[in-house]
């Protein structure tokens, strides 16, 4: 099991590994499922089995435990959300760019 703090206000980071057939999802579903789990300002890039998804958490702090899932995962969404809660659990918050004047 993988036990991870979400907190409020803060930016994540995470590199997302999709199966054989999930590979064919498009960026912007990845986004909509990450905008859907209660994160904005989201921005997924790349192709294939290998995405990177960031964006800001705005809800209260949110301790979440997942369990790792061995084998195929039917789901009702294009893009299975137990890959993608394993990928936030592996995210690092992302820090803020300074700005040079």
Known sequence: MTSFTLCY???YRAEISLG????LVSNASVANQMRGFGFVDVSVWGSG???IGEGTWLQDDATITI???QGTI???????LAALLEAIGNAEEVQPLEILP
Do not use: F, G, M, V
């Not at 054989?20 to 590979?23: D, F, G, S, T």
């Not at 039917?74 to 299975?80: A, D, R, V």
């Open 9 to 11: 206000d803060k930016r």
């Open 20 to 23: 054989l057939y999930q590979c």
């Open 49 to 51: 089995r290998n995405r």
């Open 67 to 69: 369990r790792s899932i």
């Open 74 to 80: 039917e789901t009702k969404s294009e893009y299975p």
